[in-house]
Antibody
């Protein structure tokens, strides 16, 4: 079964850091681009960042550029996002998501269950 | 950044009705438009990709159409399990963006 399992969420003070992880199973992780998408409480979906299959290309939404870093370890089938200088507006459920198609950027066909990040003093 | 505007924000309908959801882009995304369904407490689920292709396991009553800036998700006859929020997303230009969602409620 294809599965994504996020971890690492929690409560952090403004200005703090957190590292989220997403463990992948049931597919050839190294062949697919991966992404992080977040959803603030009661709000819609917001794309955060994407990384190519090899890890050589990364993209970010402007609001997290310079603060968040997406990475992947293809030997461990794991996706990460390092989040620094966290702000209240980063409070959200963070989902990792897999691209539909090998070799190119595509729709997100598999999503994890999400991990909650709360930034508050 | 491409802005996606979904309308209406909320639709109040009954089972068996035909539904048409709209997603308009601020500039052309060619056919790189995706539709997701999300139910409360759940992750989004891929429904339509490349504007008109149903994802695996999605019933035939769902169809997508459009290109350029105007897109539509149609449900031919609402089933009880279809009541949810539907989001469109463009994959044509970075940064990727989502619409604000349309809630289909009973």
């Amino acid at each position: 079964e294809v599965q994504l399992l996020e971890s690492g969420g929690g409560l952090v003070q403004p200005g703090g850091s957190l590292r989220l992880s997403c463990a992948a199973s049931g597919f050839t992780f190294s062949s697919y681009a991966m992404s992080w998408v977040r959803q603030a409480p009661g709000k819609g979906l917001e794309w955060v960042s994407s990384i190519s299959a090899s890890g050589g290309s990364t993209y970010y939404v402007d609001s997290v550029k310079g603060r968040f870093t997406i990475s992947r370890d293809n030997s461990k089938n794991t996706l990460h996002v390092q989040m620094n200088s966290l702000r209240a507006e980063d409070t959200a459920v963070y989902y990792c998501a897999k691209d539909l198609t090998v070799g190119r950027w595509d729709a997100f066909d598999i999503w994890g269950q999400g991990t909650m990040v709360t930034v508050s003093s | 950044e491409i802005v996606l505007t979904q309308s209406p924000a909320t639709l109040s309908l009954s089972p068996g009705e035909r539904v048409t959801l709209s997603c308009r882009a601020s500039q052309s995304v060619t056919s790189h438009l995706v539709w997701y369904q999300q139910k409360p407490g759940q992750a989004p689920r891929l429904f339509i990709y490349e504007a008109s292709n149903r994802a695996t396991g999605i019933p035939a009553r769902f169809s997508g159409s459009g290109s350029g800036t105007d897109f539509t998700l149609t449900i031919s006859s609402l089933e009880p399990e279809d009541f949810a929020v539907y989001y469109c997303q463009q994959r044509g230009i970075w940064p990727l963006t989502f619409g604000g969602g349309t809630k289909v409620e009973l």
